[in-house]
Every structure is written in structure tokens, then in C-alpha cells.
């Protein structure tokens, strides 16, 4: 562990020294991030996820930096050009960008014009004009005229020191930094539309003519511009104004009046617009795409987090239907533990024959298997089918769900789903991962790799091993924040437990199937490669409902037994009497049991633990409903206020599903009726909303919809127009009223379907 990387570390993520030192000592002995964060609070302060995962990273960060100084510096070694100041400047620097900037001078180099200039014996002459910028030249140039060298004249001469300049100015490692920092203060990102592709790239057109400060440039402009660069419609530049670049670059090199001065200007002008500004250029496309990726994984990040910590039905007997038409809808009924019992097809919209005989089979199976719950994919045909369900006049204590079931088809036919059912087709796999979702969609998702599932914004464009490591971190945090019942989770869900591979929780697996289930925690010891080391990291997060050890069920650690049956005995009580009784624990007293092993911060999490053992972390299911008889976009009409589900949320707004089978747009001007900078700050997936519509264009199949009070439309529920009879005629061309006339829906529309990658 290096001393110095924790000093910068610190720094860089704004956490006192000692905090980042111990997290860096635990991280270096192999534990997690949600072990440290839940488990080892004495020793890091209290940091949370989010400021360990940043330590992390941040440590991360600086040891390749150490690699690339290494590499630097080797590189120069063997060819005798590490100097002692040039070593100092190298192990100073503390960006990547800097070091570059030092290496410059130094790097390999294909066949430049300075070069060329040098190989003529022109660099005395550079640097006579160099350190005497008030003097004339002609003579001092008239030394080098070499015709045998290619020098025919004094301006040839002169001509070839410009460009040896030229090359100085543009190796110089602050003048590199000094561009970097003008083209980041007043650089503007334009696009124009490439030369004849107005009509094949019309999806661009809110990009034909954009300017803006790269600086305020948001994430999904950024990349919706690049997009479009890439397949050839847009042409991107990321440049600031060259009059005040070129000042600066003068400020640092001339230094007089003469006629070398004169020349020296010459040479920076030159070196700007043929070196520095297109290196430049490159770095702050680069920069940007960097900030844009960030952004864009981190609005992942979070849709992802809200979807897997979505309320879960619970263990019930659930009848899942994947809808479809032609094919009609696979149906599957799955006990308490998600296991398949039933799986057939019915017919529902082929006939009232078919319709018929599909309502006797359903309330035949949900009578024959008891079926507490009826689970709806939301694909094609969901509304149809969910008016058909509700038409057979269930019980209304069996609650009929619409599921989202983005990424389904991708888990129905990869190798997890074949493991799992080797003997059923895909239709039926699809069925049953939408039924499991009901019951829980942690449980289920965590099977689809996350970047299929849909909650993202340009997840193909953006950095695919920041977007994989990322979405990660937020699978392993969410399944541990939850806990697993070790007797009943899949190998896919092991695997994201605190300490567990791939490996080790298909060893759970098979040990549970060999000997039965685990009656105690320490039971999994046995398991092949579950060490001690691994059972410390996983052992918290692991569950065992009606083991040997009531605590077995509960987020204390088996480190901890020992203290919990300490303080019962005080109590005159078991541990079992702890966790049931609130009049016991209400006289612990947490301070009799801190030492220099556990904390204040420990005991008030046992505490809060045996009050709750085992308790799910996320909110209570509540059945949704859409809005009865609006099930196509042509049953839309502008004004009316609808209830919908949160699928996605952007930079630019959110997307709701209102049962009609396309997403409406809420732009992040139609959000609240106050200003909103980050739409995250408002809505998050799978939040129910209510949203008036505000415009419908049923040719391109776009809903734009608002969350405003009062969106200046006179309001009308779904069912007054029904029972007005009102026959509302659409007119494509009619602008939807808005508050802000700065915010154009329709220009967010193109941005969003045209552009945005689901």
C-alpha cells in the first residue's frame, strides 16, 4: 500500500486520511465493498458504499498512473534520455495528461517537418531566433544555406526554423496545458449535417446546425451528435475561438520585437493550427466523451438500482401469461418458490370459440392451483389480455399485474434459462421469468446480463467496461443490501453475494442438492472452496430461515453471536426472546458492550437488526393498474390525465408507460411545476405517476406527456370523453401547449426514439 496514493486519494475524494488509509487496508486484504460498508464501520468511520467504491476506484486510478510513470521511464532509460529533473517532473505529475504532456517531447515520433528541418543542420538557427527575438535574421539564416542539405535560400532556412519552433511550441508541456485548459473554458461543440445526407440522416436534424459550450454540453447531446458522426450524417468539432488561443501560445513564446519575434509569431500560428489545435481537439473530444459516458453509466446506474429494488410480490402461487396474438399466449402457473407446475396456450383473440375455452382454462387453473397472483408481460397484446383476465371475474383478491418483461426473450434463451428448463422451449421460459419478476425482480434480473434490461440511455455507445463495472457494483449492492436465503437462491443470485464467485456459489448449489438444505450458517463451511476468508465476507448476507440459529435469519454476523448471547444472559433471556420481544430490548444498554474490537456504530445496528431480523429492505408491493379502455395510442386524446408506470429516465426527461404500448416522453421541462435539473431528482423507474397528455402524433407513434399541475390544457379523465361520446379529431400539425416555449417536445421526441438505444 502506498503511502502517497492514500494522501492523493484522500484529497481527491475529499475523506480524511485515516478513513482512506483503513479502507484501502481492508480492500487490500480482499474484502467487499457492501462487507466493509455494512461490517466494519469502527474501522472506516462510516463511509458508506459510495465513498468506499470511490476510494477504490481513486486507488485504483493512481497505481495505473504509477504503471504508465514506469513505462515512461524505462522507455527513456534505454535510450539514455532520463535525466534527474525530467524524473522529478515524471513522478510529480498527477494525471495522466500531465505525464503525456511530459513524455511528449520524448516520444517516438513518425517523420515530422521539424525533422526534416533538423536533419538540414537548421536547429542552431531555431534557436538563434528563439533567444534572440530582437535581432534580424537574413544574416545569421544566410550560415545555413546549404544547397547539398536542400537549403536553397534564406527563406528556406527561416522556413525550416519555423518549423522546428513550431514542433518546441507544440511539445512545450505547459503550453499543452495551457490549451487544454482555454479549449475546456471556451471550446464550442458544433455539428453540421454532412453533404447531401439531409434526407438519409433526417433522425439528426435538431443536430444540422448546433453550437454550443462544450463546457455545458449535457451527456445525451454529446453522444446523439457523435452517433450521428459515426454513421456518416454529422460532421462534429469541438473548437474554441483560435484568435485567443493563439494570444496565449504568443504570451509564452514571444518575448521581443524584432525580426526573429515576427518569425516566432509565425511559428505559433503555424504550430496552433497544424499541431496543438488538432491534438487539442482530439483530447477534448476525448474528454467529452469521457464526461458524457460517465453521466450516461451513472443515469444507468440508477434506473438499474431503482428496477432491482423494485417491491416484490413475495412467495405466492402465481398464473404468468406472455401474451401474443397469432401465436396466442403462453401460459405457466409457479408454486410459492417460482418452481413450474403447468405450462399451455391459450387463444384469447382468435375467436369467441377460442375466447371461450381460454377463460374456462384459466379459472380452471386458478382454481386447481390456488393462483394468488396473475402476472401480464407488457409486450405485444398485454392490454388485450389483461381486459380478458378481468373480464373472467377472478377474485378480486388475486391482483392482475402488468410486468415488465425488457430483457425476457434474452433470458429465455440463454444458457442460464436452458440450464434451468432444458426441457421447455423459450415461449415458455419467457413466461416464467415474467411470473418470477412479479414474485421478485432482484431474484430474476440478476440472471440478464444489466445492459439488456433496458433502463439505459446510448448503453451501446458509452465506455463498455466503465458501463459493466459499474452495473455491477450496483447488482452486488443491491442483492446484499437484500440478503439471500441460501436454501432457495439460484446460482446466479449467490454469485453477487459479499465474497462469493461464480465458482463457489455453483458449489452451494451442488451441496444443497447432495446433502438437503443448510440448517445453519456455519454449515456452508463445509462447502468445496468456501473458506474462511470467504464465509467472513459472505456469511452476514447469507440467510437461513428456521435454522438452528434464530440469528441465522437475521444481517448479524456470525462474528457477533457471541455478543448477542452476552447481552440476552444479562437479560436473563435466550436470544430467541430478544429478537420477539420489544420490552427486552429496550433495556440494552449498547455502551455496557463497546470495546476495541466493536463499536457504538456495530451494536446499533445488532440492535436495529434483532428489532427487525431479516426484514426485506424494499418497499411493500401495491398492485397498478392502467386506465380502463385506453389500449391503443388511438384511443388517446390530448388533455387527458392518465395513471402510468416510469420505465426510464434520461437526462432529458422520463419515458411512462400508460398501457397503450409506446412509451410517452415527459420532457424534463414537463416534470414539475418548478425548475428541474436532473430529472432523478423527481422520478425513478417503476414510480406510478399520474400525467396529462399533451400531444399525440399517431404517425410517427409519439406520446408526449406531462407531470405539471396545471399544463395549461383543460384536464379530462379517461372516462369523460366515453361517456361524452366526444369524437375528437387528431390534427397532426397542432402544437401541444407548453409552459416554457425554450423547450421544444418535438426536437426531445427525435433526440429520444430516433436516436436513444433501449
Known amino acids: 500500500m502506498d503511502a502517497n496514493h492514500i494522501i492523493l486519494a484522500a484529497k481527491a475524494v475529499n475523506i480524511p486520511v485515516k478513513q482512506v488509509e483503513e479502507t484501502a487496508k481492508l480492500l487490500e486484504g480482499g474484502a467487499t465493498v457492501p462487507f466493509i460498508a455494512r461490517y466494519r464501520k469502527e474501522a472506516t468511520g462510516s463511509l458508506d458504499e459510495v465513498q468506499i467504491t470511490a476510494i477504490r476506484d481513486e486507488l485504483e486510478r493512481l497505481s495505473l498512473l504509477d504503471a504508465r510513470k514506469k513505462s515512461i521511464k524505462d522507455s527513456l532509460k534505454e535510450r539514455n534520455l532520463l535525466s534527474s529533473d525530467l524524473e522529478k517532473s515524471i513522478d510529480e505529475a498527477e494525471t495522466m495528461a500531465r505525464l503525456e504532456d511530459i513524455y511528449q517531447p520524448f516520444k517516438p515520433k513518425r517523420r515530422t517537418r521539424a525533422m526534416i528541418a533538423k536533419e538540414r543542420g537548421l536547429e542552431p538557427l531555431a534557436q538563434f531566433i528563439l533567444e534572440n527575438q530582437n535581432s534580424s535574421v537574413s544574416e545569421k539564416a544566410g550560415e545555413f544555406v546549404n544547397s547539398e542539405k536542400e537549403v536553397a535560400d ?16 507544440s511539445d512545450d508541456a505547459d503550453a499543452r496545458s495551457l490549451m487544454r485548459d482555454y479549449f475546456e473554458k471556451n471550446a464550442l461543440m458544433t ?5 447531401g445526407k439531409e434526407e438519409e440522416g433526417a433522425k439528426y436534424r435538431d443536430y444540422f446546425e448546433l453550437s454550443e459550450p462544450a463546457s455545458t454540453a449535457p451527456s445525451h447531446r454529446i453522444l446523439a451528435v457523435r452517433r450521428g458522426e459515426t454513421e456518416g450524417f454529422l460532421i462534429m468539432r469541438v473548437l474554441p475561438d483560435e484568435i485567443g488561443a493563439v494570444s496565449i501560445l504568443k504570451r509564452r513564446f514571444v518575448n521581443g520585437s524584432g525580426e526573429c519575434a515576427k518569425i516566432v509569431e509565425r511559428a505559433v500560428e503555424d504550430s496552433y493550427k497544424r499541431l496543438l489545435s488538432p491534438t487539442t481537439e482530439t483530447y477534448m473530444r476525448l474528454e467529452l466523451k469521457k464526461r458524457a459516458d460517465e453521466d450516461a453509466v451513472k443515469i444507468f446506474a440508477n434506473n438499474l438500482r431503482e428496477l432491482l429494488m423494485a417491491s416484490p410480490l413475495g412467495q405466492k402461487n402465481v398464473l404468468a401469461i406472455d401474451p401474443g396474438f397469432r401465436t396466442g399466449c403462453k401460459v405457466v402457473v409457479l408454486n410459492r418458490q417460482g418452481a413450474l407446475l403447468h405450462n399451455g396456450v391459450i387463444y384469447p383473440e382468435q375467436g369467441a370459440l377460442k375466447r371461450q375455452e381460454a ?33 373472467l371475474g377472478l377474485s378480486k383478491a388475486i391482483p392482475v399485474v402488468m410486468v415488465n418483461e425488457s430483457g425476457a426473450s434474452i433470458y429465455s434463451a440463454s444458457e442460464v434459462a436452458r440450464e434451468e428448463f432444458p426441457n421447455y422451449d423459450i415461449t415458455v ?20 446480463d444489466p445492459q439488456s ?27 446484499n443490501s437484500v440478503g439471500v436465503e441460501v436454501n432457495t437462491a439460484s446460482r446466479q443470485l449467490l454469485s453477487y453475494v459479499s465474497g462469493l464467485n461464480a465458482s463457489v456459489a455453483a458449489n452451494i448449489v451442488a451441496h444443497r442438492d447432495a446433502h438437503g438444505a443448510f440448517k445453519s450458517r456455519k454449515d456452508l463451511l ?31 454476523h456470525p462474528e457477533r453471536y457471541a455478543l448477542v448471547s452476552q447481552i440476552a444472559s444479562d437479560l436473563n433471556a435466550d436470544v430467541a426472546s430478544l429478537l420477539k420481544s420489544a420490552e427486552l430490548r429496550a433495556k440494552i ?24 431480523p431479516g426484514r426485506d429492505p424494499r418497499e411493500k408491493f401495491e398492485a397498478f393498474s392502467f386506465a380502463d379502455g385506453i389500449c391503443e395510442i388511438e384511443d388517446l386524446r390530448e388533455g387527458m390525465r392518465l395513471p402510468g408506470i416510469v420505465t426510464n429516465v434520461t437526462a432529458f426527461g422520463a419515458f411512462v408507460d400508460i398501457g397503450v404500448h409506446q412509451d410517452g416522453l415527459v420532457h424534463i421541462s414537463e416534470l414539475s411545476d418548478t425548475f428541474v435539473r436532473d430529472p432523478n431528482e423527481v422520478v425513478k423507474p417503476q414510480q406510478k405517476v399520474n400525467v396529462y397528455v399533451l400531444e399525440v402524433d399517431k404517425v410517427r407513434r409519439r406520446i408526449s406527456l406531462s407531470m405539471k399541475s396545471n399544463p395549461q390544457k383543460k384536464v379530462m379523465g379517461a372516462g369523460d370523453i366515453a361517456r361524452s361520446g366526444q369524437k375528437k379529431p387528431f390534427n397532426p400539425t397542432k402544437s401541444a401547449p407548453r409552459q416554457d416555449r425554450n423547450q421544444n417536445i418535438n426536437s426531445a421526441w427525435t433526440s429520444a426514439f430516433d436516436k436513444l438505444k433501449f
Request: glycine share 10%; with cysteine.
Open 359 to 391: 377463460g374456462m382454462e384459466v379459472l380452471k387453473l386458478c382454481k386447481r392451483f390456488e393462483i394468488e397472483a396473475v402476472a401480464i408481460g407488457n409486450g405485444t397484446a398485454s392490454r388485450e389480455t389483461e381486459s380478458f383476465i378481468n373480464s
Open 589 to 612: 444498554d449498547l455502551k455496557k458492550y463497546v470495546s476495541e474490537s466493536v463499536g457504538l456504530p456495530t451494536l446499533k445496528d445488532i440492535l436495529s437488526e434483532l428489532g427487525k
Open 154 to 169: 534564406v527563406d528556406a532556412a527561416i522556413a525550416g526554423a519555423c518549423d522546428i519552433i513550431a514542433e518546441i511550441v
Open 429 to 448: 421460459r419467457g413466461a416464467v421469468s415474467i411470473g418470477r419478476r412479479l414474485m421478485d425482480p432482484l431474484a430474476e434480473l440478476v440472471k440478464i
Open 526 to 556: 463445509s462447502v468445496k472452496g468456501l473458506g474462511a476468508k470467504t464465509f467472513e465476507q459472505a456469511a452476514g448476507f447469507l440467510r437461513i430461515r428456521g435454522g438452528e440459529n434464530p440469528l441465522d435469519e437475521s444481517a448479524v
Open 191 to 195: 455539428s453540421k449535417v454532412m453533404f
Open 453 to 479: 434490461i433496458g433502463v439505459g440511455q446510448y448503453q451501446h455507445d458509452v465506455n463498455q467496461p466503465l458501463l459493466k463495472r459499474t452495473l455491477d457494483d450496483v447488482v452486488i449492492s443491491c442483492v
